[in-house]
């Protein structure tokens, strides 16, 4: 039996009189990177936070870790970091990752660690507030490593950085991956798909393909992600556009 | 209900505070500067003496109710309040975390309030010092408390500082400032029975001029009491950790 990190089954989502996502399910084996790519609007991070157990109006069934996500249980293996850089802009980054580290309860050694592995040494004891955009959301990824977790869900971990960084960091996934830990990570850059070992593909709240980055090449007869997502795209909307001649259009994610 | 993390949270709203000077400054200053600015203006006429006692309730309960407010609604649109409850952070940590770091600037703002009042502005105290400052205190944990409600009501700045006029004004002016209770229509004076302000406002009157026994000072506080605890446990309901 494949042990699954993350297991989703019909997963329908509600926002207010809309439905955002149409009843998803995949799996995601542990230790895996899995690159959760689309289109902004496309319904990514909903379907993270449905994941993480913090989004309301859920239905179906979704299994992390062995236990249905949200459980009191997980809050300790569950990495999780939010599109917007969700840590204090008037404390330093020390006194941020210390601050999560007590909630957390881990050994005051890791503060340092993880400070350490986002390459923010430097800036340590600078306040968050100060810091460039990319260091700011580096800040909020160390929070996440805190205590090792089993799974970290990462919303666009890398939007607005330079190309170094992004490198950097999709360096530091797949170290991490190495290590155990499962990840995925939300884009909407393609070309970095090609780091991840599995590529899902989220497009108005379906999944249109769920495969490795050279399958889906493969299929689309393409030589770069972009191409590839452009090509099931067009696929998909020409398929809806067979059966119900109004969808695509009317078919929108709530701001 | 954890310690750690309630301290945890304490410490690391009071080290956010730490960092802004300024804050520090007004939030310690601005409310004896208006007590004094009252003295000031109704020098030789006696009316501080009377609305006095209950300036020293108005002033940090407002003051605090404000602060706690914002900073709590910056904290769930900043998205840090969404990662401290993926994590395992328990809703009355998060609370009683905000409660305690507001309550120990509370006692060090109503300390100040009170010894300005008293030393420096004149005000007649004929009860016990230590009594009108417990009920200072209480009154600015009740700003804190009720500021911590009221953010979770409220979606933008604009709104939680609409709050302020729609929650805080109807008790000041039905606390007995302006015109004693007993005076007010009946109806009136049956809602500001069960305003919390109206009965911190009775218990500082009651120990400036120790015209009631500690008794009754202390069912007062009671009350006092009973509205924050009850404020704090709204609030913790209030907070979801699935969202829309």
Known sequence: ?255 | MNLRRTLATARRVLTQIHHDPRTIGLLLIVPSLLIGLMAWLFSDTGVFDLVGPAMIALFPFIIMFLITSITTLRERQGGTLERLLALPTGKLDFILGYTLAFGLLAIVQSSIAVGFAVWVCGLEIEGSMWLLLAVAIADAVLGTALGLLASAFAQTEFQVIQFMPALVFPQILLGGVFLAREDMPDVLHAISDWLPLSHAIDALNAVARDSEDAGYVGTKLLIIGAFIVGAIVLGSITLRRRTP
């Open chain 1, 1 to 255: 039996m494949v042990n699954y990190a993350i297991q989703v089954d019909n997963l329908r989502v509600r926002r207010g009189r809309n439905e955002v996502l149409h009843g998803l399910g995949f799996e995601v084996p542990r230790g895996a990177l899995v690159g959760l790519l689309g289109p902004s609007g496309s319904g990514k991070t909903t379907l993270m936070r449905s994941i993480v157990g913090v989004q309301r109006e859920v239905s179906g069934k979704i299994t992390v870790l062995g236990h249905p996500a949200g459980s009191a249980k997980l809050r300790h293996r569950i990495g999780y970091v939010t599109q917007a850089p969700s840590v204090y802009l008037d404390l330093t980054v020390r006194e941020n990752i210390r601050y999560f580290a007590s909630i957390l309860g881990v050994v005051r050694g890791d503060v340092e660690r993880v400070i350490h592995a986002t390459g923010l040494d430097a800036q340590a004891d600078q306040l968050v507030g100060s810091l460039s955009g990319g260091q700011l959301s580096r800040a909020s990824l160390a929070a996440a490593l805190l205590g090792t977790p089993e799974l970290l869900v990462l919303d666009e971990p890398t939007v607005g950085l330079d190309p170094v960084l992004r490198f950097e960091l999709w360096n530091l996934f797949r170290e991490l991956s190495a290590a155990g830990t499962t990840l995925l990570v939300s884009s909407h850059v393609m070309d970095e798909a090609t780091r991840c070992d599995r590529l899902l593909l989220v497009h108005d709240g379906d999944i249109l393909a769920d495969e490795t980055p050279t399958g889906l090449l493969e299929r689309t007869a393409t030589t770069d992600a972009d191409d590839a997502f452009l090509a099931l795209i067009k696929a998909a909307d020409r398929g809806a556009a067979d059966t119900h001649p109004d969808a695509g259009t009317g078919r929108k994610e709530a701001p």
